[in-house]
């Protein structure tokens, strides 16, 4: 998955504000969205508890792969609490990595739209090939790869923008690590979708009412 694994000071203030000003007004909405609603629904909160929780957890845990990555759960995520909690989610998810040292706190707003982005596309694509693909696996397998993979050129874009401070090198430099980490990340975006991809099939076949929005 994609993640701003930079510290603080690597943005200037400016970019910090921004970043973080975007986020929370897709929060907001989010907010005013549920806040619309006449009845709380409990099992989806049920849901989004187990999901914040797994999803922190796995963010901690690295794959010893081109300096260390993880995989996220942001399509997952996605495709079990909907887009709406699952804003929450992912937001939570990232102060929590923040207060034990996983990114900056002043990238929270950056590393908060990169997740979302992830939750946002995945669940379109799931439901968007509802009516093409009937097959769960693939569905949702395609799912997470178009996330995770939109969810890199995000997080691309986002450093590409608000530049690196206290880097001497070239934009042209910049550009080829980043080329070179969405590639570690395309490639760890595939083992994420085919677990992703099982375990929606085992929900669907045990819970299907769990995959109904």
Known sequence: ???????????TLFWVIVWWAIALAIIGGALYLLRRQRKPDNRRITIAAFCT?????????????AGGVHISLTPLIGILTGPVIGLFIVFITNIFSAAIGHGGWTMIGANTLVNIAEVLIAYGIWRGLKPFIENIF????AATLSGLILGNFVMMGIIVLSGIQGVNQSMEQILTGLFLIAAV????????????????????KMRPDLLET
Not at 1 to 11: K, N, T, Y
Not at 55 to 65: E, G, H, K
Not at 138 to 141: D, S, T, Y
């Open 1 to 11: 998955m994609a993640h701003i694994h930079l510290e603080d000071g690597s943005f």
């Open 53 to 65: 929780a797994a999803a922190f957890v796995l963010f901690q845990v690295d794959i010893p792969i």
């Open 138 to 141: 693939f569905r949702a397998g």
């Open 185 to 204: 990340n395309t490639a760890v975006a595939v083992i994420e979708a085919l677990i992703t991809g099982l375990v929606v099939s085992y929900i669907g």
